[in-house]
């Protein structure tokens, strides 16, 4: 990992079978981790850092976050690392969630150009959900179909299995009444009385209000009056009144007629509607509230967030190009980070927020005599995760060495097992605090099925702390752990 290697950790281990008093010879091991973005860091974001994402946007759902975003990491794969990520390439949309706002468990991706064998290439996601007449809870996910038109997959969980419900974009250019060309960046939200409302557009932008199906339309188009636009549209219901946000173009605002300081290029702005939101005289410009991340000290690149009010805090996602400069990598590859951001909702005002490293505080620590899954990360070296047949479930494995931290675990009583869910063969070591911290256990898989595996603590735990997980070969499969 370039530039981002500056040591080699070597770990001395005895390996303890579970049930058994015999002990395996000690392995050598070593994990590169000194000098990468979160695991050598206190640094909340990236939210992932084992995956390039952008345009993030998120829905809760019985009491968990889960967050949606483009699939730079596609790009990337599929082309020169080194070379401009112009996105064409990206057919799927990656899905991730949180109950602690610092460890994010990955879902995987959704792959839409299979769902839709009719788009174009698949960007900036959009989602909300409604409890419907058959009882369930449905998700409505639209996204950018390239530049051309938004296109919408439909699901009753939010990590699927999800569907097409329809055989062409939702909207487009060729699209009766929509009087543009370029209808992307779709924003979607649902009001107070249940009913749909979309915004999307290039260059210039337009509303509408959906039908009953979240599929068809119940207005006209309505031109909204965002001078300079250029993308990244977003809807938002806040003290009861439609919220309408969207990027500004990187062209200087020496024209600038809507009101209030003139904008910083590239930023973030929004709209309120002083009265009926379908015309397009009640829209009257507030404030920039997110500046372009190259103004905070990171690299330039486009502007794209998503603000979500989750567990009585308001937060703002977006992405940097942090992850990428630390890999040193040269391509526009991206990362969704999320920042604390301040919302009146008796105004509604939003105020500046700014992207930074640190990004935000945990808000509820990690419960180890739970049920964990391996794919909930804080910070990751040498990691990949694989599907398995459950939607929205991932293994972790590693294809020689690797390590996975989780942050904030709280041990309220003492720890004296170690439980892992595994297949493969391999060792599983576990250190508190850091990957050179106190070994608390060592266990050896070899299972041809998935199956769970005790094995006594070395030492037992009590107390708050970082646990760092240790894989070591190429065939294990690690699905969860807890303790007791």
């Known amino acids: 990992m370039k530039n981002a290697i500056i040591g080699t950790m070597y770990l001395l281990v005895s390996i303890v079978i579970a049930g058994c008093s015999a002990h395996r010879p000690a392995t050598q091991l070593d994990v590169d981790w000194r000098g990468t973005l979160k695991m050598d860091s206190a640094c909340h974001n990236p939210l992932l850092d084992f995956l390039y994402t952008a345009d993030p946007t998120a829905v809760e759902h019985e009491g968990r976050l889960y967050v949606y975003g483009t699939n730079d990491q596609q ?48 960007w900036a996601p959009t989602i909300c959900s409604r409890l419907e007449e058959d009882g369930k809870t449905h998700f409505y996910l639209y996204f950018s179909n390239s530049g051309f038109g938004t296109g919408v997959l439909t699901a009753t969980s939010p990590v699927g299995p999800w569907t097409s419900p329809l055989d062409k974009s939702i909207v487009d250019a060729k699209t009766p009444g929509v009087g543009m060309d370029v209808c992307f960046d779709p924003g979607v939200a649902i009001d107070n009385e249940g009913n749909g409302w979309l915004a999307f557009g290039g260059a210039q932008s337009r509303l509408v209000c959906l039908g009953k199906d979240m599929l068809s339309f119940d207005s006209p188009f309505v031109k909204l009056p965002a001078q300079h636009h250029f993308e990244a549209n977003e809807l938002n219901f806040i003290g009861g009144r439609m919220v309408y946000t969207y990027n500004l173009d990187w062209q200087p605002k020496d024209d600038w007629k809507m009101g209030g300081p003139v904008p910083s290029i590239c930023s973030m702005a929004y709209m309120l509607a002083e009265g009926d939101s379908l015309q397009t005289d009640s829209w009257k410009y507030q404030h920039h509230y997110m500046r372009n991340p190259g103004e905070d000290g990171f690299e330039y690149c486009n502007n794209h967030t ?58 509820r620590t990690v419960n180890p005599f739970e049920q964990q899954e391996m794919e909930t990360t804080f910070a990751t070296v040498g990691i990949r995760f694989e599907p398995t047949e459950e939607p929205g479930n991932m293994v972790a494995m590693t294809d020689s060495v690797g390590a996975i931290k989780v942050v904030g675990v709280e041990f309220d009583k003492k720890a004296r097992k170690l439980i892992i869910t595994a297949k493969g063969k391999g060792q599983m070591d576990v250190r508190l605090d850091n990957p050179e911290g106190k070994l608390i256990a060592s266990t050896f898989i070899d299972a041809e099925a998935m199956q769970e595996q005790a094995t006594s603590l070395i030492v037992p735990t009590i107390g708050k702390h970082d646990v760092v997980f240790i894989f070591n070969g190429k065939t294990l499969q690690v699905d969860g752990w807890r303790m007791r």
């Open 306 to 363: 998503h603000l979500h009010k989750y567990e009585g805090k308001w937060y703002v996602f977006g992405h940097t190009m942090e992850l990428k400069r630390n890999k040193g990598i040269k391509g526009g590859f991206r990362n969704i980070i999320v920042e604390n951001i301040e919302v009146d909702e008796s105004v509604p005002s939003i105020s500046m927020s700014h992207y930074t490293r640190e990004g935000v505080s945990q808000i």
């Open 75 to 122: 790009q990337h794969d599929e082309t020169r690392p080194d070379s401009a990520n112009t996105y064409e390439r990206i057919n799927t949309l990656a899905m991730m969630s949180t109950r602690d706002m610092v460890n994010w468990t990955y879902h995987g991706l959704i792959p839409t150009k299979k769902l839709a064998p009719w788009i174009i290439a698949s």
